[in-house]
């Protein structure tokens, strides 16, 4: 019986040390089995036959390519994928087995080996550590927010390489492309050079769409370690109103092209923008240094060498004072009259324009010059004459206003109507007259007929002075519905017969 039970015991604690062992065992290789999977890090696997056509990857090479795998994969996208970290991978599958080391990421290797017609792509790395794997993290959120900047973007955005080979687009870009209409000779927008220096450069490109419109962009491209990047913004707006513009200028040529005054307008930077045939007439300036659009310094200094202008006192000064005289422009203050050596006058007045432009305005007045000084000539001899009458003679416009006198006149009644601030009317005159005469009354009647319209016929009245001197008072009517009033003094005397005589003597006399 004791027999039996030590046996029995043995073959428990036996039973015990066989589940402890196995126990050990299982969490060692737990622990192991747990360790191996933290230390190693599973490799990416593409595979290829020998005409380089995908046949087959792991699942996270979709994530590696950021492409696509489907039967279209080829060896050459693989390429393009990897180029650029492995400089050395070539651009056909080769015959025999390689290992490329990454020249970005150095614990990275590209492996390729040849498994009879099958051709097997590794790409295996390193296992990160804790501070890795954070800013991997960091880093892949950055990049997924400016893939989705970079997508949403209105504007057309892509990368270019060395040979002008399209690298990268945005989703703009795409879009632009797939409605762009090459059959009529449009070029594409990946067609933009590649900027050579480290300055970027601008330029415009006309895109025709599918559906017969066109649009235009301005493209800035700037030169970076990875490629040219390219940046294209609409500016259809702007091209319409540069259109718009130019349409609005040659309106303006033609509306100026028949005018005999002369326009040159001149833009915010003193280039000559706008002129007219006139002007060419008026400034015998040619024809062609007018289109090279001169600025208004040698504007100026053609038309002095043409002596088309007055010439200065101090030319050099006169240059410095054009700013002067351009500001008085842009202020509507600049009018001068020049008289040239050849005997034409011109008047020539500066104007504001827009965004800072001036204009100037050139006008041969030489007729009205001309006419002005004969008139000028001729009223002063008509007042001479007049000055020699004995009579004091005044005539009244049709409204009643003093338009001039004599000199006899102003004598007679110790007045000049000249020097006095406001106009001499009818009404002003006959109050004199009327104080320095008797009663009378022919005032009134003089003033109405001064001031009819009627048709009137002259008369005369004697008036006798308040110093009892006699004076004949002749109201005629003269051109224009004008009135002349003229004033003689009468001299009485007895002839051999006893009769009174009366002798019309001038009251100048």
Request: aromatic share 8%.
């Amino acid at each position: 019986m004791n027999d039996l039970v030590a046996l029995a015991v043995g073959i428990l604690f036996g039973l015990a040390l066989i589940a402890a062992a196995g126990l050990f065992y299982t969490r060692m290789t737990r622990q192991s089995s747990t360790r191996g999977r933290a230390d190693t890090v599973a490799d990416t696997v593409f595979l290829f036959d020998q005409n380089g056509r995908l046949l087959d990857t792991t699942p996270d090479a979709r994530d590696v390519v950021h492409a696509p795998l489907n039967e279209g994969f080829t060896w050459s996208d693989l390429h393009h994928v990897f180029a650029e970290r492995f400089p050395d991978l070539p651009e056909t599958p080769p015959p025999g087995d390689i290992v490329l080391a990454s020249n970005d990421m150095a614990p990275t290797e590209l492996r390729v080996t040849s498994e009879g017609s099958l051709i097997r792509v590794l790409l295996r790395s390193e296992p990160m550590g804790a501070v890795a794997q954070h800013q991997y993290l960091v880093q892949s959120e950055e990049l997924d927010r400016l893939n989705i900047a970079f997508d949403v973007a209105p504007n057309p955005i892509w990368v270019t390489g060395e040979n002008g080979e399209l690298v990268w687009s945005n989703t703009s870009f795409e879009a632009l492309s797939l409605n762009a209409h090459p059959e009529r000779g449009t070029p594409a927008l990946n067609s933009v050079q590649n900027v050579d220096g480290k300055q970027p450069k601008n330029s415009r490109m006309q895109i025709e769409q599918s559906d017969g419109s066109s649009r235009w962009f301005e493209i800035t491209s700037r030169r970076t370690q990875h490629g040219t990047m390219h940046f294209a913004t609409d500016i259809d707006t702007l091209i319409e109103a540069e259109l718009a513009q130019r349409n609005f200028v040659q309106t303006l040529a033609k509306t100026f092209a028949h005018l005999p005054i002369g326009l040159a307008v001149f833009d915010r930077e003193r280039r000559l923008v706008l002129f007219n045939p006139a002007l060419v007439d008026l400034t015998r300036l040619p024809m062609d240094f007018l289109s090279a659009r001169p600025n208004l310094l040698s504007f100026f200094d053609h038309m002095r060498e043409n002596r088309m202008m007055p010439e200065p006192k101090n030319y050099a000064t006169w240059r410095e004072q054009l700013t002067d005289v351009i500001t008085a422009a842009r202020d509507d203050r600049y009018c001068e009259t020049w008289s040239l050596a050849s005997g034409l006058t011109y008047k020539i007045t500066g104007r504001p324009h827009p965004d800072g432009a001036v204009a100037f305005l050139l006008e041969d007045i030489s007729a009205e010059i001309s006419l002005t000084r004969r008139f000028r000539s001729e009223l002063e001899l008509s007042q001479s004459v007049i000055d020699c009458l004995p009579d004091a003679v005044a005539v009244f416009s049709r409204l009643g206003v003093l338009t001039f006198c004599n000199a006899a006149y102003r004598q007679f009644w110790e007045c000049d109507p000249d020097g006095a601030f406001n106009e001499t009317t009818i009404a002003d005159a006959t109050e004199v007259w009327q104080r320095a005469c008797d009663a009378s009354e022919i005032w009134p009647q003089m003033r109405d007929y001064v001031l009819t319209l009627q048709d009137r016929t002259a008369w005369h009245e004697p008036l006798r002075l308040q110093d009892g001197r006699e004076v004949l008072c002749h109201v005629e009517p003269v051109s224009a519905g004008a009135t002349m009033v003229r004033f003689a003094f009468v001299e009485s005397r007895r002839n051999e017969h006893g009769l009174t005589v009366s002798k019309q003597r001038a009251v100048g006399g």
